[in-house]
């Protein structure tokens, strides 16, 4: 399916081909509208499914509308549970939004020196992504306002519990507008994640991608018998010998 069918708007539609997309993959094609009628969504996809776009996209979309509560704070805030996922993230963001007027992002993760984020966070923001951690820093310091946050996005949910970021993850939502659209996107919707979404999402739309499966694996695997440690290195001599044998592991 073409993006031109999923309902972005031209400006966004023209960065989504700028950076060489041609179709949407299932989880943008799902995703996509869903998310831009206001809905809150649990997604379950895959890293390299595409669904960064997924979310970012119509979130993105969202900010061409004039913001209805005056602040500097952000109005789409995306959870990651790694600061290298962050920085991709981020990343992606400025790729979709590069031809919006006055786009600005943010990312806070540990591991990184406050001033920058401070520095970002005293001008208006429209999209932050964090690690848990560093935004509750933030939040405690009282140097991030949610007062007109738009959008929450739970990205990679089901890693972000696995790295005991629950409590945070809970105490950033209950400081963020009631009235928000959240989207969850996790490797699995089972589980504790499944609790996590009910508590964080009202009335929210499930879609279930299926994993593309695994290309077969091309590892060779073979038992060599030998009879003595004599035996044993005359094999190990014939297989370093062996001109076909790429790689392997004895
Ligand atoms: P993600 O699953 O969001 O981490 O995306 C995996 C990779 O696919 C990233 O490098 C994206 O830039 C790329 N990508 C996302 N959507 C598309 C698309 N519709 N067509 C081609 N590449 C895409």
Known sequence: MSFSELGLDPLILKSVLA?????????????????????????????????????????????????????????????????ELALQVEKSAMTYGKDLRRFRTACLVGGAPYGLQLKRLSQPV????????????????GKIDFSRLEVLVLDEADRMLDMGFVDDIKAIAARCPAERQTLL????????????????????????????????????????????????????????????????IV
Request: aromatic share 2%; charged share 25%.
């Open 126 to 141: 429209d999209v932050v992504v964090a690690t848990p951690g560093r935004l509750i820093d933030h939040l405690e310091r």
């Open 185 to 248: 996107f996790s490797a699995t919707l089972d589980g504790v994640v499944g609790n996590l979404a009910r508590e964080l999402t009202r009335d929210a739309q499930r879609i279930e991608i299926e994993a593309v499966p695994q290309k077969e694996s091309k590892i060779e695997q073979r038992l060599l018998f030998a009879d003595n440690m004599d035996h044993k290195n005359r094999l190990l001599d014939a297989l370093l010998r062996d001109v076909d044998m790429v790689q392997a």
């Open 19 to 83: 950076a060489g997309y041609e179709n949407a993959t299932p989880v943008q094609m799902q995703a996509i509208p869903a998310a831009l009628t206001g809905r809150d969504l649990l997604v379950s996809s895959h890293t390299g499914s595409g669904k960064t776009a997924a979310f970012l996209l119509p979130s993105i979309q969202r900010l061409q509308a004039e913001p209805t509560v005056k602040s500097m704070g952000p109005r789409v805030l995306v959870l990651t549970p790694t600061r």
